[in-house]
């Protein structure tokens, strides 16, 4: 399908069950517009694959057992304006693909993630509340080129997680408050770049894994943690940053 435009959806639960159990489904189209549209319940609510230049805005989600909305093998997609909270046992939103922004959005209560990134390239998320995450707030997994910028992380177990082969990462202008765990966290990881970031009130302020390698932390305020850099990488700089 193309040029379709979705505008007002309101749904509730149908009641499925199974893998492809989602209540809106898009598949192998492009020009599509999703707005101001209402989703409760279910096993998953939104899913959208093989896929490009889709706009989701204006849009909430909730109330779903796994993830609230998928962006999978697609590109080129921009969500702007959503609230997508209480994935009673997966994420707020999962990307995969290339070149998705997510704005102006929140995520609440999702008991995995509340943005999970995995084989990505050029994410760009800005602008994102994250509150509640029984794991992780964002967790970047394989992927490349991904912007993470003004946002606020609060109440998880690890604010924002690096990892799994992940490169050329930038994180900036983040407040990373009061997640039990890590507030910054990289494992085999390289070439990122993360400054301009408050982060309070968690067991390890930043923790670099083994293999976090080449990455560069500048301007990092690190307050009330029992560590604040905890090193098992190699090639790691850090400066003008206060602990």
Do not use: C, P
Not at 15 to 22: D, I, N, P, R, T
Not at 112 to 129: E, K, W
């Amino acid at each position: 399908s193309h040029d379709v435009l979705f505008e007002g959806l309101n749904r509730t639960d149908e009641s499925q069950s199974g893998a492809l159990a989602y209540q809106v489904q898009i598949m192998d189209s492009t020009q599509i517009n999703i707005t101001k549209g209402r989703f409760v319940g279910g096993v998953g609510i939104l899913r959208v694959q093989h896929s490009s230049h889709v706009i989701l805005s204006n849009s909430s989600f909730k109330d779903a057992s796994e993830i609230l909305v998928s962006f999978n093998l697609s590109n080129t997609s921009l969500v702007i304006g959503i609230n997508s909270s209480n994935s009673t046992n997966s994420r707020g939103m999962f990307v995969s693909g290339e070149n998705i922004t997510v704005l102006d959005s929140v995520f609440d209560k999702n008991f995995n993630s509340g943005i999970y990134v995995y084989g990505s390239n050029n994410t760009t998320l800005r602008n994102i509340t994250i509150i509640d995450s029984s794991i992780n707030g964002i967790d970047i997994s394989d992927s490349k080129n991904t912007t993470v910028m003004n946002s606020t992380i609060r109440n998880s177990n690890t604010g924002i997680s690096v990892n799994g082969g992940s490169g050329n990462t930038t994180a900036r202008n983040l407040l990373l408050l009061n997640n039990a765990g890590t507030g910054f966290y990289t494992e085999i990881s390289e070439d990122g770049h993360f400054f301009d970031m408050v982060i309070k009130n968690s067991t390890n302020g930043v923790k670099m894994g083994i293999g976090s390698n080449k990455n560069f932390y500048k301007n990092i305020s690190v307050q009330s943690v029992t560590s604040g850099f905890w090193f098992d990488g190699t090639n790691n700089t850090i400066t003008d940053s206060l602990v």
